[in-house]
């Protein structure tokens, strides 16, 4: 079920299933999508990973990522364009930027709690029934039942990765520094420069991300700079020199050295796996 709007909204809900050979032919403008895995055991490769996923799971992506839902057979996805909603430009209204989008190395990903499958269950329905409607206040209505989608996705988000060990202002300079990473991590290489960004010092972001996980946020910075990495090795023709200068390295022993210690084999290597 598709909504286009008359200047280029656009929003997709599609139910896949094993026998679909489900294809994103529409080129969108800084697509989101939802993809909310219904049963157990099934397997999703996000940038040539794997991820064997569990029951009502739901995982956040980006136009960035390359997925292959090859082996989901049960699962419902929702897609939709910045023209649609902006959740930057609206970040104040549902608070996911630097959580669910545009900040994390690893893929966002979370458990619908039991509890609060029904709400989920009731929005996805309505969303089903607002497709088939035709007025003018179609739109808003969409906009509005994403807006209550992604502010629900947060919460729970929020809720397992604790983040209910910090206060709002703190969740907030965490969000940023996510995002910041994000946008600058080509140029920008250390914590410092983050946080003078921030007008916060090293010292406190790192006692800030020490509440939430056992991740530095230097760590934050190399893991998405070998994220690019991978991506950049698997999925273009540029050579592993084009793609250490692009991702800020200045020569290519120490990009060479940086992404063997982390992936345990050198760029080549990972480049030639088939």
Same mark, same amino acid.
């Not at 990765?161 to 910041?180: A, H, M, P, T």
């Not at 990495?229 to 991702?247: G, H, P, Q, V």
């Given at each position: ?15 896949? $299933? ?46 960035? $990522? ?10 419902? /996805? ?11 430009? $609206? ?12 900040? !994390? ?39 509005? /039942? ?14 397992? @990765? ?23 991590? &080509?140029?920008? $290489? ?5 946080? !003078? /960004? ?16 056992? @991740? ?40 060479? &050295? ?14 030639? @796996?088939?």
């Amino acid at each position: 079920m598709i909504f286009k709007g008359k200047t280029n909204e656009y929003l997709q809900l599609k139910n896949i $299933h094993c026998t679909d050979c489900y294809e994103q032919k529409e080129v969108l403008e800084s697509p989101l999508t939802f993809i909310w895995l219904e049963n157990d055991g099934q397997t999703i490769t996000i940038d040539n990973i794997e991820y064997k996923t569990a029951a009502n799971q739901i995982i956040c992506l980006t136009e960035f $990522h390359k997925v292959d839902i090859a082996d989901v057979c049960n699962a419902k /996805m929702m897609r939709f364009n910045r023209p649609f909603y902006c959740v930057l430009d $609206h970040d104040s209204e549902v608070g996911c930027k630097g959580i669910l989008f545009f900040g !994390a190395s690893q893929i966002p990903m979370f458990q619908i709690p039991t509890d609060e499958l029904e709400k989920f269950q009731t929005i996805w329905k309505m969303f089903e029934i607002e497709l088939q409607s035709n007025d003018e206040l179609q739109l808003e209505m969409l906009q509005s /039942m994403l807006k209550r989608f992604i502010i629900l996705c947060t919460r729970i988000f929020k809720s397992q @990765k604790n983040y209910s060990s910090l206060g709002s202002q703190k969740i907030d300079i965490v969000r940023e520094y996510n995002f910041l990473v994000e946008q600058n991590f &080509r140029t920008t $290489h250390t914590v410092a420069e983050y946080a !003078a /960004m921030l007008n916060k010092s090293p010292k406190t972001l790192s006692n800030l991300f020490s509440k939430l996980a056992d @991740k530095s946020p230097l760590q934050y910075i190399q893991e998405r700079k070998m994220l690019e990495a991978r991506r950049l090795l698997r999925f273009t023709n540029k050579s592993i020199k084009e793609i250490a200068y692009e991702i800020g390295f200045e020569d290519l022993q120490t990009f060479g &050295r940086f992404f063997k210690k982390i992936e345990g084999i050198s760029p080549t290597e990972f480049k030639g @796996k088939p």
